[in-house]
Nanobody, 122 residues
Framework: VQLQASGGGLVQAGGSLRLSCAASGFTLEDYAFVWFRQAPGKEREGVLC????????YYTDSTKGRFTISRDNAKNTVSLQINSLKPEDTAVYSC????????????????WGQGTQVTVSS
């Protein structure tokens, strides 16, 4: 069982990135997913959740309108599209999967993926 985040990198402010969370060893459609990020010297924070049905919930106001989460159950992948990147978006981004009632976001996570570094230069 594995979750693997990828797609991070160094970009200039205003640029875009698409992060992917690839799942193996379990059925994606049975889980809701959350993208987290942890900036240097700060606590980890939730960014976006996608429910089993594909609905999304933002945890961070600063990401609204710039971040979009999606899932492709056939490809066992959850993605995070980040546009209009800002230096304050610099962080390690990771994904987690949890079972949850349909239409809701998980509070407990069964699987965690390793993070991918996003660095935004000004």
């Amino acid at each position: 069982v594995q979750l693997q985040a990828s797609g991070g990198g160094l970009v200039q402010a205003g640029g875009s990135l698409r992060l992917s969370c690839a799942a193996s060893g379990f059925t994606l459609e049975d889980y809701a997913f959350v993208w987290f990020r942890q900036a240097p010297g700060k606590e980890r924070e939730g960014v976006l959740c996608i429910t089993k049905g594909g609905g999304s919930t933002y945890y961070t106001d600063s990401t609204k309108g710039r971040f979009t989460i999606s899932r492709d159950n056939a490809k066992n992948t959850v993605s995070l599209q980040i546009n209009s990147l800002k230096p304050e978006d610099t962080a390690v981004y990771s994904c987690a999967a949890g079972t949850a009632v349909a239409g809701t976001c998980p509070d407990v996570y069964e699987y965690w993926g390793q993070g991918t570094q996003v660095t935004v230069s000004s």
